[in-house]
Antibody
Framework: QVQLQESGPGLVKPSETLSLTCAVSDYSISSGYYWGWIRQPPGKGLEWIGSIYHSGSTYYNPSLKSRVTISVDTSKKQFSLKLNSVTAADTAVYYC??????????????WGQGTLVTVSS | QSALTQPPSASGSPGQSVTISCTGTSSDVGGYNYVSWYQQHPGKAPKLMIYEVTRRPSGVPDRFSGSKSGNTASLTVSGLQAEDEADYYCSSYAGSNNFLFGGGTKLTVL
């Protein structure tokens, strides 16, 4: 069973860059699948941030595209999120998740437990 | 792109059925059969309950079913049980490799 685990700083200062990593266990990222990041501000709904294919192709939420970079390191079995120029509005629980292996698999079937990132000075 | 529209709350008694709606546009819900539904208990990660409008992942009870008509998708929970009390989110493909989520519906089992 695929397991995902987010890691990274829980506190980021305004205007700085939020960096998170998702470690994938019991599955080789290089074998396939799309991988993604989703966030949830406290008490609010889910927001898709972006996705990456194992080959490195990326797809971003248009509203965040100018500030987001998602990358994959198949040798380390992990993928990463960078969100720059953060503000308090970026405070949220950040989840990493696995999408399907096919381009038409538009759902997330495995999720990490989530990590809270607070933007504050 | 705007979030998909869900009612903030829904409720039902044990054993009853409840339906949660998810309204989008012809560019997302109405344009593709790629609607999914997630269940989220407090403090937990979302769990996939329905994908591609009507399909259930292995292990999801058949009490959960999905449908779609035009720009509105629906999740029906039949034979409500106490453990079904949770937040439910819909999601839809919105073209150009984009996803949209709904604002969420809090389901209360009375």
């Amino acid at each position: 069973q695929v397991q995902l685990q987010e890691s990274g700083p829980g506190l980021v200062k305004p205007s700085e860059t939020l960096s998170l990593t998702c470690a994938v266990s019991d599955y080789s990222i290089s074998s396939g699948y799309y991988w993604g990041w989703i966030r949830q501000p406290p008490g609010k709904g889910l927001e898709w941030i972006g996705s990456i294919y194992h080959s490195g192709s990326t797809y971003y939420n248009p509203s965040l595209k100018s500030r987001v970079t998602i990358s994959v390191d198949t040798s380390k079995k992990q993928f990463s999120l960078k969100l720059n120029s953060v503000t308090a509005a970026d405070t949220a629980v950040y989840y990493c998740a696995r999408r399907g292996n096919n381009w038409s698999d538009f759902y997330f079937d495995y999720w990490g437990q989530g990590t809270l990132v607070t933007v504050s000075s | 792109q705007s979030a998909l529209t869900q009612p903030p709350s829904a409720s039902g008694s044990p054993g009853q059925s409840v339906t949660i709606s998810c309204t989008g546009t012809s560019s997302d819900v109405g344009g593709y059969n790629y609607v999914s539904w997630y269940q989220q208990h407090p403090g937990k990660a979302p769990k996939l309950m329905i994908y591609e409008v009507t399909r259930r992942p292995s292990g999801v009870p058949d009490r959960f079913s999905g449908s779609k008509s035009g720009n509105t998708a629906s999740l029906t929970v039949s034979g409500l049980q106490a453990e079904d009390e949770a937040d439910y989110y819909c999601s839809s493909y919105a073209g150009s490799n984009n996803f949209l989520f709904g604002g969420g519906t809090k389901l209360t089992v009375l």
